[in-house]
């Protein structure tokens, strides 16, 4: 009988975003050794198009209580743990959830991003020595090193891409819109977006821009954000779109379609953090507009494929969307060159194969 795998991610409601595209690229690659049981939240209510089973499972409110519990019993039975976009809370619930010192191989932890503070560290130390087994899985050698530091077994592999549906395209198209992708947050720059989007309407630039302004969980209640999407809806620019729903899987990816793509984000947030937009654009031949000092401005200095901002404001990204356009087939051929590469390098199978034990080296995280 096959070994199962856990895919635990609480916050997985629907067939959109990052985290559908994250817990799909894993259960597929572990689909071949593995039966699969997702977990998700129990407003889950599309059709589960990935490899085994989805359990509607979490709901909002109760999750760490219902993490808890799921995480006791799931420990005492035979299988495999992956906690998909796990934070420290999750660490600490599965630590306590264990029945003694887990063994090794048992539960694993893919922590996307860190807020290193000093009383982390220290907490996550202590924890270290409680579960030292207790492995974590990082996008970035950053990440990876300061759990080590802790004291835990901690392996850098690269963030992992689904299995692109659509067919890769030979040719780049061309320019047709301006694209601020994923969800609403101010950290990602909202703020420099409406700023620029009010710049676009005083010197009267008829540039096509889009902007997702659906937000993520976290961030339903952030009263600046409010505000400043208050402020970009009286924007008067002519050709401003707004998508105020969070886009299917498919509507998702024609978004990039001829798109140039705005992540002014904040360079301290973002500097070792991996972008899943980035990538999404890289796949649709989209060039990249990017703060300098972050993860997706090395990856689009590395090809060449779009421009890095000095400065995150309204009139450098002019002064960038105006040099993209300028050679835009260019631009949009080196992205689409790319995509192939950078899929590649960020295929699932590295993170499932330090799951299952069949790693065969520590770091594969790769160049990012």
């Keep these: 009988m096959a070994e199962t795998l856990h895919l635990i991610e609480p916050t997985l409601a ?7 595209a994250l817990v ?5 690659a572990a689909a071949p050794d593995c039966e699969v049981q997702v977990w998700a939240a129990r407003e889950f209510r599309s059709a589960w198009t990935g490899p085994g089973r989805l359990h509607a499972h979490f709901s909002r409110g109760w999750r760490r209580p219902q993490a808890f519990a799921l995480y006791r019993r799931l420990l005492r039975e035979p299988g495999r ?18 029945p003694g010192r887990l063994g090794p191989g048992k539960c694993h932890a893919f922590v996307h991003w860190l807020n290193a503070r000093e009383s982390k560290r220290r907490l996550l130390t202590r924890l270290a020595r409680r579960q030292p087994h207790l492995q974590i899985l990082a996008p970035t050698d950053s990440v990876a090193r300061f759990f080590r530091d802790c004291g835990f077994d901690a392996v850098a592999v690269p963030y992992p891409l689904a299995a692109d549906a659509r067919p890769a395209a030979s040719q780049a198209g061309t320019f047709d819109h ?11 720059g909202f703020d420099c977006i409406v700023e620029l989007a009010e710049l676009m309407a005083q010197r009267g630039l008829d540039w096509p821009l889009t902007i997702q302004v659906s937000r993520e969980e976290r961030h339903r209640d952030d009263a600046a954000l409010t505000q400043w999407i208050a402020r970009l809806r009286a924007c008067k620019l002519p050709r401003l779109t707004l998508r105020e729903d969070t886009p299917s899987p498919a509507d998702y990816r024609r978004l990039f379609d001829g798109a140039v793509v705005l992540q002014p984000y904040r360079p301290g947030t973002f500097a070792d953090r ?11 031949g989209a060039p990249v507009i990017a703060t300098d000092h972050t993860w997706m401005a090395r990856l689009v200095q590395r090809f060449d494929a779009g421009v890095v901002l000095q400065e995150r404001t309204p009139q450098a990204l002019i002064a960038a969307i105006e040099r993209v356009l300028a050679d835009h087939a260019a631009y949009a051929q080196r992205a689409l060159q790319a995509a192939a590469q950078v899929r590649a390098e960020h295929s699932a199978r590295p993170l499932i194969d330090q799951v299952l034990g069949r790693a065969k080296h520590a770091d594969t995280a790769g160049p990012t």
């Excluded at 629907?14 to 559908?20: E, L, Q, T, V």
């Excluded at 743990?81 to 264990?98: K, N, S, V, Y």
């Design 14 to 20: 629907d067939a959109a975003g990052h985290g559908h």
């Design 24 to 28: 799909l690229a894993l259960a597929q």
């Design 81 to 98: 743990l992956l906690i998909t976009t796990a934070g420290t809370t999750d660490l600490l619930l599965a630590a306590w959830a264990a």
């Design 178 to 188: 301006l694209l601020v992708a994923g969800g609403a947050r101010l950290d990602k």
């Design 274 to 284: 991996v972008s899943g937009v980035t990538l999404d654009a890289l796949a649709a």
